[in-house]
Nanobody, 122 residues
Framework: QVQLVESGGGLVQPGGSLRLSCAAS????????MGWYRQAPGKQRELVAA???????NYADSVKGRFAISRDNAKNTVYLQMNSLKPEDTAVYYC????????????????WGQGTQVTVSS
């Protein structure tokens, strides 16, 4: 019913930048929170940044001042601008949509993207 498709990952040198995009499609009425999580090898998945439909943002301490999250509600798309990347930012980044209300029901759902690899290395 709902798909999240991520793009923008890749290999970048330390200090470089990348921009991730995630587009949600399907019979969506509204999405409360959209966000990005990441999971490095051998570590738990962690929240990177999230944004509500009203624009309220939340960031992990490790990325504050370097990453910026934004969204286009009309397109059900969320972006993550990543600057000053560090090797420790290397991970698979997953898009998340929380509180998704479908056009066919008032129930709320959560969806995940398939993940996109970000590698920061010289």
């Amino acid at each position: 019913q709902v798909q999240l498709v991520e793009s923008g990952g890749g290999l970048v040198q330390p200090g470089g930048s990348l921009r991730l995009s995630c587009a949600a499609s399907g019979n969506i009425f509204s999405i409360n929170v959209m966000g990005w999580y990441r999971q490095a090898p051998g570590k738990q998945r962690e929240l990177v940044a999230a944004i509500t439909s009203r624009g309220t943002t939340n960031y992990a301490d490790s990325v504050k001042g370097r990453f910026a999250i934004s969204r286009d509600n009309a397109k059900n798309t969320v972006y993550l601008q990543m600057n000053s990347l560090k090797p420790e930012d290397t991970a698979v980044y997953y898009c998340n949509a929380l509180g998704v209300v479908l056009t066919t029901t008032r129930a709320k759902y959560q969806y995940w993207g398939q993940g996109t690899q970000v590698t920061v290395s010289s």
